[in-house]
């Protein structure tokens, strides 16, 4: 057997995504302008959109991780990073099963998921209240 022998097949990179990723990634850039010049958060609903996984993997690749991270426990887990580019958050959440239910782009300083709601500070301000009478009694 010689070299000549061996079958050799040729595979070329699908590159029928990058007007896909292109697209998104124009729109990032125009919402965080719109986030820096008027304050307007948004976001993009990855599940909305008919990306391949490979589009999906390419636009992870894209973006990158920055310094910050969270994690919440709620009704599922949900998982907030912060994009190579400040303002541009990847936010997924996550089934008790460990499926994806929501997975989302958001443009925002910080993403609205990790905003304090009014009603749980007033549950939180209600239990402060009532701890205060023991620290006061052990004066």
Same mark, same amino acid.
Request: net charge negative.
């Given at each position: 057997?010689?070299?000549?022998?061996?079958?050799?097949?040729?595979?070329?990179?699908?590159?029928?995504?990058?007007?896909?990723?292109?697209?998104?990634?124009?729109?990032?850039?125009?919402? +965080?302008?719109?986030? /820096? &010049?008027? @304050?307007?958060?948004?976001?993009?609903?990855?599940?909305?959109? !008919?990306?391949?996984?490979? %589009?999906?993997?390419? +636009?992870?690749?894209? /973006? &990158?991780? @920055?310094?910050?991270?969270?994690?919440?426990?709620?009704?599922? !887990?949900?998982?907030?990073? %912060?994009?190579?580019?400040?303002?541009?958050?990847?936010?997924?959440?996550?089934?008790?099963?460990?499926?994806?239910?929501?997975?989302?782009?958001?443009?925002?300083?910080?993403?609205?998921?990790?905003?304090?709601?009014?009603?749980?500070?007033?549950?939180?301000?209600?239990?402060?209240?009532?701890?205060?009478?023991?620290?006061?009694?052990?004066?």
């Amino acid at each position: 057997m010689s070299l000549q022998d061996i079958a050799v097949k040729v595979v070329t990179a699908d590159t029928s995504s990058v007007g896909n990723i292109a697209a998104l990634l124009a729109e990032i850039s125009t919402m +965080l302008e719109q986030l /820096l &010049g008027r @304050g307007n958060s948004s976001m993009i609903d990855l599940k909305s959109l !008919p990306l391949s996984p490979q %589009e999906y993997e390419q +636009l992870r690749f894209t /973006l &990158g991780q @920055g310094e910050v991270t969270a994690r919440l426990e709620a009704i599922g !887990p949900s998982e907030i990073i %912060e994009t190579h580019y400040p303002g541009v958050w990847w936010v997924t959440h996550y089934n008790v099963e460990g499926d994806i239910i929501a997975d989302m782009i958001e443009i925002a300083s910080v993403p609205s998921i990790l905003h304090s709601q009014p009603e749980d500070m007033r549950a939180g301000l209600e239990r402060l209240h009532e701890l205060l009478p023991q620290y006061a009694q052990n004066k």
